[in-house]
């Protein structure tokens, strides 16, 4: 069974960092593509990026690609959101996805 | 990036009804299109991929067609289940891009 499970989220100020994580097991974390979705509260679904089985290619949403950065680890069968230059429009529910499969999301709530 | 357009935002129908959600994209996609369920407080559920291919264990009440630019999400004989947000992705170009949401209520 495809699991996925973020961690890492939380409150944070403004302007810091954050660092999420996403826990693969159930297949063969190296064969896919990875990426990150995100939620506002209330809101609809916004595609951050996502990144291949070799970390040669990742690819971002234009607007985002300045203050966030995907990464993974193999070996660990993890992928990593690194969130930067945090703001109030970053607040929302941050899901790891391979293709229609999502964990069930993290909280990232910026606020001073 | 391609813009999706996806109406209505909102649809109250009976039980047992037929309903008809649309997306459109701002440029051909070539099926490259998926639709989503969200339930409150449930990260969303694949339904659709490649515009009309039924996911693992989604119910056969649910179907989808179209090409080109212009999309459809069906569900046939509404249940109570199906009380959810639906959205609409394309996936054919980066930045990959979701509608703005359906939300289904029951009438």
């Known amino acids: 069974e495809v699991k996925l499970v973020e961690s890492g989220g939380g409150l944070v100020q403004p302007g810091r960092s954050l660092k999420l994580s996403c826990a693969a097991s159930?297949?063969?974390?190296?064969?896919?593509?990875m990426g990150w979705v995100r939620q506002a509260p209330g809101k609809g679904l916004e595609w951050i990026g996502e990144?291949?089985?070799?970390?040669?290619?990742?690819n971002y949403t234009p607007s985002l690609k300045d203050k966030f950065t995907i990464s993974r680890d193999n070996a660990q069968n993890t992928l990593y959101l690194q969130m930067s230059k945090l703001g109030s429009e970053d607040t929302a529910i941050y899901y790891c996805?391979?293709?229609?499969?999502w964990g069930q999301g993290v909280m990232v709530t910026v606020s001073s | 990036d391609i813009q999706m357009t996806q109406s209505p935002a909102s649809l109250s129908a009976s039980l047992g009804e037929t309903v008809t959600i649309e997306c459109r994209a701002s440029?051909?996609?070539?099926?490259?299109l998926a639709w989503y369920q969200q339930k409150p407080g449930n990260s969303p559920q694949l339904l659709i991929y490649d515009a009309n291919s039924l996911a693992d264990g989604v119910p056969s009440r649910f179907s989808g067609s179209g090409s080109g630019t212009q999309y459809s999400l069906k569900i046939n004989s509404l249940q109570s289940e199906d009380v959810a947000s639906y959205f609409c992705?394309?996936?054919?170009?980066?930045?990959?891009?979701f509608g703005a949401g359906t939300k289904l209520e029951l009438k």
């Open positions: 992705q394309q996936y054919n170009n980066y930045p990959y891009t």
């Open positions: 990144i291949n089985q070799d970390s040669s290619t990742i």
């Open positions: 159930g297949f063969s974390f190296n064969d896919y593509w």
């Open positions: 440029e051909d996609i070539y099926s490259n």
């Open positions: 996805a391979r293709g229609g499969y």
